[in-house]
């Protein structure tokens, strides 16, 4: 036994030690603590919910394992106390109530032990001190003073655990408090004060385990407060609906149905609003699509089965729309492609055109130096034109140009070159009058 008191003083550092290294580094955070886990095999752990849990079970483990060897502790300086040692179970328990001072086991020792150091016969001493201890538990009950007398009562119950006497009157101020309890409870549950018959009913089960149709009855009332609490969450889902709060209307039907999961009515009010939130997503799908918004569309309606709305006939509205966004994005890219053929297109028409004017021109050019070169020397010159031709002038030297190209395709050559001398006269300008006239001459070497 002194080796097994010895031993489990020993370990009363090395807890706190351990205490002190569960808890997180003062400076570096606790970041370290998740990623070095992977050095277990445990992984990392990233979300503050994960941390938040991993933390907890830590100081569960910790106050398990501090409890589990306190409790050690205890057991020996009892074992002291009653071979009666009380100095030595003293030095034990108030080591423990330096760790825990809520051990209320060992508060009692330590005070027992604290009045009995010293003691010559020690045997006599406790004797001495429970009587006087039970004596004040009855003073007290007289007074009515049931709970002081119960303490006193519990103390030497818990000192002198065969004590039949203390054991007895204990249970009996007990069943009197718990009586007192449950009596309180009724009152309240007549006032509908249910929280408050809750609280007095279970300190009346605390004190009195077996106390008649106490557990059925506290579970009614349970299921009630349940239900007044589903009722007032269940109009306050209904006001935040009435004021168009639709998602926050469905969030309280949850916490409802959390509760009481088999009320109709929640249910009933949670399937219609969901339906009408699915609803509102299909149609602004639909509104989306039309308007070729196509990946909002798809996000609308893959919210809406997020409240219920027909799987498959999302799937089908889902795939109508990527077929359809295809079809466009195709469409687009062709017609792209064809402005860009047309493009080049009219671009070397352009060109083309421009490089057959050129090489009219280039013609025209050449034909007129050749007309002036091989004209005869005799031949009168010709009257000075003027040097600028009316609009008139012009349309008319273009009329008689016309009517040369008329004559000349019938073989009548003299006509042809009347006509265009004219045309020449009325505007020397006209490079296809002079274009005639000079295939004229070269044909027939001048007038006929």
């Given at each position: 036994m002194r080796a097994r008191a010895l031993a489990v003083l020993l370990a009363l550092p090395a807890l706190a030690a351990f205490a002190r290294a569960q808890e997180p580094p003062k400076t570096k955070g606790t970041e370290g603590l998740f990623l070095d886990m992977s050095h277990l095999k445990l992984g990392t752990i990233s979300s503050d919910e994960d941390k938040r849990k991993y933390i907890y079970t830590i100081q569960l483990e910790k106050a398990r394992i501090e409890h589990k060897t306190l409790q050690i502790v205890y057991e020996n300086a009892f074992d002291?106390?009653?071979?009666?040692?009380?100095?030595?179970?003293?030095?034990?328990?108030?080591?423990?109530?330096?760790?825990?001072?809520?051990?209320?086991?060992?508060?009692?020792?330590?005070?027992?032990?604290?009045?009995?150091?010293?003691?010559?016969?020690?045997?006599?001493?406790?004797?001495?001190?429970?009587?006087?201890?039970f004596e004040e538990g009855m003073s007290l009950y007289r007074q009515?003073?049931?709970?002081?007398?119960?303490?006193?009562?519990?103390?030497?119950?818990?000192?002198?655990?065969?004590?039949?006497?203390?054991?007895?009157?204990?249970?009996?101020?007990?069943?009197?408090?718990?009586?007192?309890?449950?009596?309180?409870?009724?009152?309240?549950?007549?006032?509908?004060?249910?929280?408050?018959?809750?609280?007095?009913?279970?300190?009346?089960?605390?004190?009195?385990?077996?106390?008649?149709?106490?557990?059925?009855?506290?579970?009614?009332?349970?299921?009630?407060?349940?239900?007044?609490e589903a009722n007032e969450k269940l109009q306050t889902a209904l006001n935040l609906y009435s004021q168009g709060l639709v998602l926050e209307s469905l969030k309280m039907l949850d916490q409802v149905l959390e509760t009481g999961p088999g009320n109709l009515k929640a249910q009933k009010l949670q399937a219609e609003i969901r339906a009408e939130v699915a609803n509102q997503h299909v149609a602004e799908g639909r509104r989306l699509y039309e308007s070729r918004q196509y990946d909002k569309a798809i996000g609308e309606w893959k919210a809406a089965t997020q409240y219920g709305y027909d799987p498959a006939a999302a799937d089908q509205l889902i795939a109508r729309a990527k077929e359809q966004k295809i079809r466009e994005a195709d469409a687009k890219k062709q017609a792209a492609e064809r402005a860009k053929e047309q493009a080049a297109a009219a671009k070397k028409k352009a060109a083309d055109e421009a490089a057959s004017a050129a090489e009219e021109k280039k013609k025209a050019a050449e034909q007129a130096a050749v007309a002036q070169s091989?004209?005869?020397?005799?031949?009168?010159?010709?009257?000075?034109?003027?040097?600028?031709?009316?609009?008139?002038?012009?349309?008319?030297?273009?009329?008689?140009y016309l009517e040369g190209v008329i004559a000349f395709e019938r073989g009548d050559y003299q006509t042809a070159r009347n006509k265009w001398l004219r045309a020449k006269e009325l505007d020397p300008s006209n490079s296809d009058a002079v274009a005639g006239l000079d295939k004229i001459d070269k044909l027939y070497g001048g007038g006929q």
């Open positions: 002291l106390y009653r071979e009666g040692k009380f100095e030595d179970a003293n030095e034990l328990t108030r080591k423990i109530l330096a760790i825990d001072p809520g051990f209320e086991e060992a508060a009692v020792l330590n005070r027992a032990t604290r009045d009995l150091k010293g003691s010559v016969a020690p045997s006599a001493s406790k004797r001495e001190m429970l009587a006087d201890r009515g003073r049931l709970a002081e007398a119960s303490e006193k009562w519990k103390e030497v119950v818990e000192l002198s655990p065969s004590n039949l006497k203390a054991r007895y009157w204990l249970k009996r101020a007990n069943d009197a408090m718990a009586v007192d309890h449950y009596r309180r409870g009724q009152k309240a549950y007549r006032q509908h004060r249910l929280s408050e018959t809750l609280d007095q009913w279970y300190a009346a089960l605390v004190l009195n385990p077996r106390f008649p149709h106490l557990t059925a009855a506290i579970a009614k009332v349970e299921a009630e407060e349940r239900q007044e091989s004209a005869p020397a005799e031949a009168p010159a010709e009257p000075a034109a003027p040097a600028l031709t009316s609009a008139d002038a012009k349309k008319q030297s273009q009329q008689n």
